[in-house]
């Protein structure tokens, strides 16, 4: 299935684009959201855009024609990368503020539905499920080679699994009986993590296949996803000019729930009380107009993927740069 962009209509409404200005799509996939923000754009405007699958990238060689880019006027760079990187790439390419990001994080469909990238369960593919296959262990290597705590940890608190224990258990095991033979493919590990659920009489989950926990729990630590969203919406937020949005998409309560955080704490929502008088300590946060979206009615016919999609997006406040300049003396930014 071609990508389809979730929250589109939400996702442009929210970024408010001025023509000239200059925009991050820190997630290309297949272009969609970035087509949208570059048909926006005008003479003198720029999009940047980031993705860390060398796929996304190769996609992206046909664009120019089809996005008219000569006759626009506005400049599309796109660059492989991942968020971690986003401050060193805007400094290379000489961008010192944005005036909106876009993150729409997750996977993306092509990702999904290739067997050979090793990220689902439904296709047999090897265990792989890098985003970047040229960085980092594959899903299989790091179940080799992490402990079962470890394992169950990641299930645990990546994909809510209960079962988190028998089922980290359950793959060693494997391991050690059946050597460098076991697991190889995405198909062998939904297998043992049905059958080790319907052994212990769990039989569906809200609809969902017995393993979807595992594998989201299993990619997003392969992928260092969390930790990916907090280093790139910090960097981000540094990088936005006064009144630019950040709009961020997730796709699941575990992701949700960091970026949901990440705007309290930047926007007042977690803010310390005076025990005394109540108020609040600080008042120039670098967020404010914090807002969610959830799909409607349109939005899922376009793309049933959507059904789980959350937007939530903010804006910088003019005290952002006071705030950074205060924290930045203090040593804590
Ligand atoms: C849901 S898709 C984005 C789809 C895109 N908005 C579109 O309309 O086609 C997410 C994309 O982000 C990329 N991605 C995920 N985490 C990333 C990271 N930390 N750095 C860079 N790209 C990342 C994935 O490789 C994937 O292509």
Redesign the pocket.
């Known amino acids: 299935m071609a ?4 929250l ?1 209509g939400a996702a442009i409404d929210a970024l408010r684009i001025q023509d000239q200005g200059t925009y991050l ?11 949208a923000i570059f048909s926006a754009l005008g003479a003198g405007g720029r999009l940047i855009a ?4 060398p ?2 990238i190769a996609f992206a060689a046909g664009l120019p024609q089809a996005w008219q880019l000569p006759e626009r006027g506005a400049t599309f760079t796109l660059v492989h ?5 986003l401050s060193a790439v805007l400094d290379q390419l000489g961008v010192a503020q944005l005036d909106g990001v ?10 999904l539905d290739q067997a050979e990238r090793g990220f689902s369960f439904r296709l047999d593919g090897p265990l792989d499920m890098r ?2 296959p040229q960085e980092g262990l594959s899903a299989r290597q790091w179940l080799r080679e992490a402990s079962s705590g470890e394992i169950e940890a990641v299930l645990r608190d990546f994909g809510d699994e209960r079962q988190a224990r028998a089922i980290a258990q359950a793959i060693k095991a494997r391991f050690d009986t059946e050597g460098e033979a076991a697991l190889q493919t995405t198909g062998e590990l939904a297998t043992l993590i049905h059958q080790v659920l319907r052994r212990r009489g769990v039989r569906r989950d809200d609809g969902k296949d017995l393993a979807t926990r595992s594998f989201q729990a299993i990619r997003m630590q392969v ?3 969390l930790e ?2 907090e280093v ?1 919406l910090k960097q981000a937020l540094d990088r936005l000019a006064s009144k630019a949005c950040m709009a961020v ?1 997730s ?1 699941h309560s575990i992701e949700d729930r960091s970026v949901k955080q990440f705007f309290a704490r930047h926007s007042g929502g977690m803010a310390e009380r005076d025990p005394v008088t109540g108020a609040v300590r600080q008042a120039d946060w670098p967020l404010e107009s914090v807002q969610r979206h959830l799909p409607d009615a349109q939005d899922l016919q376009d793309n049933p993927r959507a059904r789980s999609a959350v937007l939530r997006f903010a804006y910088k406040t003019s005290g952002g740069a006071a705030l950074k300049a205060r924290r930045e003396r203090q040593g804590d930014f």
Do not use: C, K
């Not at 990368?81 to 990187?85: E, G, I, L």
């Not at 876009?102 to 990702?111: A, E, I």
């Open positions: 990508h389809r962009p979730v589109l799509d820190a997630t290309f996939g297949r272009g969609g959201h970035a087509r980031f993705d860390r699958d796929q996304a990368t991942r968020f971690a990187a876009l993150f729409d994080l997750g996977v993306s469909s092509p990702q985003m970047n992928n260092q996803e990916e969203i790139g998409i796709f």
